[in-house]
C-alpha cells in the first residue's frame, strides 16, 4: 500500500490543524493506521492510531484530549485533527500502516508516507 500524508504547515500556539493520509494500491480498509512524529534531533514518536475498522483507537498521553484520528474507507484516507496545538508539537508527521492489530513501536509499521510538516510558532 501506498501512502500519501498531507495538510501540515505553520499555526500559532492554540490553532488546529488536520493531517490526511491517502492511501492506494491495496484495500486499506484492512489495514490498520497510524501517525508517528519526529521532531529534529529526536527519536520518531507515535502520536495516534486506529483499527482497520475504524471502532478503536490509541493515543499517546501527550495528545490525548487534544487529537483525534479517523478514518474514511471509502476514501481510502486516515485523519489526524490536532487542536490545541503547542510549540512542542513541531514535528513532521508520518502517516504509517500495518495489516492488523494496534501498535505504537513504529518497527511495527511496514508502509509510511513521506511525512508533512507541523510548525507551531508560541
Known amino acids: 500500500v501506498q501512502l500519501q500524508a498531507s495538510g501540515g504547515g505553520l499555526v500559532q500556539a492554540g490553532g488546529s490543524l488536520r493531517l490526511s493520509c491517502a492511501a492506494s494500491?491495496?484495500?486499506?480498509?484492512?489495514?490498520?493506521g497510524a501517525w508517528f512524529r519526529q521532531a529534529p534531533g529526536k527519536e520518531r514518536e507515535f502520536v495516534s492510531a486506529?483499527?482497520?475498522?475504524?471502532?478503536?483507537?490509541y493515543y499517546a498521553d501527550s495528545v490525548k484530549g487534544r487529537f483525534t484520528v479517523s478514518r474514511d474507507n471509502a476514501k481510502n484516507t486516515v485523519y489526524l485533527q490536532m487542536k490545541s496545538l503547542k510549540p512542542e508539537d513541531t514535528a513532521v508527521y508520518y502517516c504509517?500502516?500495518?495489516?492488523?492489530?494496534?501498535?505504537?513501536?513504529?518497527?511495527?509499521?511496514?508502509?509510511w508516507g513521506q511525512g508533512t510538516q507541523v510548525t507551531v510558532s508560541s
Open positions: 504509517a500502516a500495518r495489516s492488523y492489530g494496534l501498535n505504537q513501536r513504529w518497527d511495527e509499521y511496514g508502509y
Open positions: 494500491g491495496r484495500t486499506f480498509s484492512r489495514y490498520t
Open positions: 486506529i483499527t482497520s475498522s475504524g471502532t478503536s483507537t
